[in-house]
């Protein structure tokens, strides 16, 4: 089975350029995440969405952030525009949420974005 | 405020050599504990989730327990390839899908 498809898989832009990051989920999964890796915050929580629609947003540093899920199948997570402080290894992940209990989040294998 | 604590922040073992490594969480009722091992320029891989105390979960040479203030991944007899970083996330109080994570331990296993 296919896992969640992160592109590109590597961005190297210039400060003050529009970065647009995308995110293909698992089929059938219902809840979508993006996630911020860097070594010194570690793994922090942008925004999550369950059924294409954003929950909770709180994790998103600035205005200058922003995430869609047009439909089951896409997400992106856009910066415009960009500044060096937002190079990071970007994540999405997705699970299947139901009634009973956390399921576990599955991870693409990032964007790893540099602002120069 | 709800935390995950890991540690050590790193563990340098000898092939064969079996250890553990700690993730202390506080929030209330806990809503699962989840294992995930990261490889250089991967994302996080899930191993396990540990839904209340006493539980266990095993797979290969990693066993996960859990207990009402921390849980344990037990790595029996290591190999160089079980060299990785570990993190450890628990949902947050209040519901919802959201997980903190730990700052991970970096685990490296030499010959």
């Known amino acids: 089975d296919a896992g969640v498809i992160q592109s590109p898989r590597h961005e190297v832009t210039e400060m003050g350029q529009e970065v647009t990051l995308r995110c293909k989920p698992i089929s059938g999964h219902n809840s979508l995440f993006w996630y911020r890796q860097t070594m010194m915050r570690g793994l922090e929580l942008l925004i999550y969405f369950n059924n294409n629609v954003p929950i909770d947003d709180s994790g998103m540093p600035e205005d200058r952030f922003s995430a869609k899920m047009p439909n089951a199948s896409f997400s992106t997570l856009k910066i415009q525009p960009s500044e060096p402080r937002d190079s990071a290894v970007y994540f999405c992940a997705s699970s299947l949420q139901g009634a009973i209990g956390n399921q576990p989040q599955h991870f693409g294998d990032g964007t790893r974005l540099s602002i120069l | 405020e709800d935390q995950v604590t890991q540690s050590p922040e790193a563990l340098r073992l000898q092939e064969g050599e079996s250890s553990s490594l700690n993730c202390s969480y506080t929030?209330?009722?806990?809503?699962?504990l989840f294992w995930y091992r990261q490889d250089p320029g991967k994302g996080p891989e899930f191993l396990f989730t540990?839904?209340?105390a006493g539980e266990e979960k095993e797979k290969e040479r990693l066993k996960a327990t859990l207990t009402k203030k921390e849980s344990f991944l037990h790595i029996t007899a290591p190999k160089p390839e079980d060299s990785a970083t570990y993190l450890c996330a628990v949902p947050l109080t209040g519901g919802g899908n959201k997980l903190t994570f730990g700052t991970g331990t970096q685990l490296k296993v030499e010959l």
């Open positions: 929030v209330s009722g806990l809503r699962g």
């Open positions: 540990l839904y209340s």
